[in-house]
């Protein structure tokens, strides 16, 4: 692995800006890497446990002279950083972003970029439960997706380089446009969480009922929601008010769905439910078939649960 | 660890029976342990991996002489096998269960149990996504929950029995009536099943639309639901069609917040959404503390998936 870019700036410093930074020291891909987070407390954090190479009081401060700056706050905070950079920004550089959603980081950030810079907006398909800076490990992105959604008339060199950054990283990248990439990810990430977030919301009202016997007879099922639903909740916020239109598109099929189901409960029809249960099996092999998940049972728990 | 009951049958050698037959020859609990399964393959393959001391060819055959038969078949059939077995049972025998519903299975069981035999319902809260005689492992049980749901008037030292060897097998065990058992597990299986079976449903649609992207770009979400999604489909359909009355009423309940909360990102509800997903994230903490789940990232994927 060789250097990518000279300097790279990280904008806020939670769970994916710090497995950046492990990563790009692992891969030796930038010479320095600088860091900025809104709250003192997080910087605070960053200088004890050695996340950044530099870590700045200023998102100006940390723009400075940098070939790549990375956004890495929650969508919604993302224009607002991007105009106070704006005029920071050094001739030549790139501008890229890690957020859930495209179309709206676009429409946010894209005014803001000055003439001479690069724009490049990326969403690394990776993550946990945990956020914070201190939450990051190098191995985050290893064998995951970045999609890159580069906007019209993007410097096909830039795009490479930043090709080359994720790839060192670890990723796996391939390039979409917006409108696409909220709509895959809309399936593929953001109804999940929100259904996930839903169902722990029912059983927690219901906890104050049975005096904690949801939480103590947890089972599969219930407690893997509860691990999807104790991700980052300003991060998810934003995204579920920045892909509205796709979530409540796919929100609309699945309520759909769940009615037919509930339906065929309700009428006693075994064999709607066998076949609808047999075919969702196969979609699992699929996944590990793609590499995208392990064969391993019980999410690895099997022997292993402490 | 030392003997509990002198023979032990297993009706049904699916992941559930498997896993208790590694289990009981780990803790040395019986002093033979006789299998059946109504598929002829399934019985072969238990002979050729060495599951069950002895695989018989009938159910009479298997619980002759058994001091313990464990009923291990989908919720569905445990009526129609209780029946089978019923006069071949040995006076002061004891008759349990591993399903996942118990009001049902008790209505369809008890019937069929002749004078002198003790009924003992029970359900150990523990799987994987996999299923068949070769699914099974000896560490399934450990640190898990087995609930037993004594019928009224049950002979106190047949449970007390029971329950040592529900304790040797590696579980926790407690006591609770069949409406209630019914009531929890909806919240904290049954509905969460459906609701994962249902989105997985909703991609496989999209899936033909999308051309592989769904399993592709399969993110964290999505890709957990697949997994509890992949559960076996008889046994789901049975606990659903034997667990209608509450999976239909927790079924009510997700759809009033589901609703609620898409109002939110509808109307752009941003205090709303924080706000439920904060709440939920304390759920998941409680969990952990519990000591049903760890506390590694990722379902534990973050270094190791292949």
Same mark, same amino acid.
């Given at each position: 692995m060789s250097q990518v870019y000279g300097r790279v700036a990280l904008i806020g410093l939670g769970l994916i800006a710090s497995s950046m930074y492990w990563s790009i020291k692992r891969g030796g891909l930038a010479g320095e890497v600088t860091g900025f987070a809104r709250s003192e407390a997080t910087r605070e954090t960053a200088r004890r446990i050695g996340l950044c190479d530099r870590v700045c009081d200023s998102v100006a401060e940390a723009v400075e002279g940098a070939d790549l700056v990375v956004l890495c706050v929650p969508v919604g905070a993302m224009g607002p950083v991007a105009e106070e950079m704006a005029l920071h920004l050094k001739a030549g550089a790139t501008v890229s972003d890690v957020g859930s959603v495209k179309k709206a980081v676009i429409e946010a950030v894209a005014p803001h970029i000055p003439e001479g810079v690069h724009f490049i907006p990326a969403h690394p398909l990776a993550g946990t439960e945990h956020s914070g800076?201190?939450?990051?490990?190098?191995?985050?992105?290893?064998n995951r997706w970045c999609l890159l959604v580069p906007v019209?008339? %993007?410097?096909p060199a830039a795009v490479a380089q930043l090709r080359a950054f994720w790839e060192g990283i670890g990723s796996n990248v391939e390039e979409m446009d917006a409108d696409h990439h909220d709509l895959v990810l809309a399936v593929t990430s953001h109804t999940p969480h929100l259904i996930a977030y839903t169902m722990v919301g029912v059983a927690d009202d219901l906890r104050r009922v049975t005096d904690g016997e949801v939480i103590k007879y947890s089972a599969a099922g219930f407690r893997d929601f509860t691990r999807i639903a104790a991700s980052d909740p300003t991060m998810w916020r934003d995204v579920f008010l920045t892909n509205k239109e796709a979530t409540l598109e796919i929100l609309g099929r699945f309520t759909e769905e769940l009615f037919a189901l509930q339906r065929a409960i309700r009428t006693g029809d075994g064999d709607l439910l066998h076949d609808y249960f047999t075919r969702t099996r196969a979609i699992r092999r699929g996944i590990i078939q793609a590499g995208q998940?392990?064969? %391993?049972?019980d999410f690895g728990r099997g022997k292993s649960v402490k």
């Open positions: 800076p201190e939450s990051g490990f190098a191995e985050l992105f290893d019209e008339g %993007a410097d998940d392990t064969a %391993a049972p």
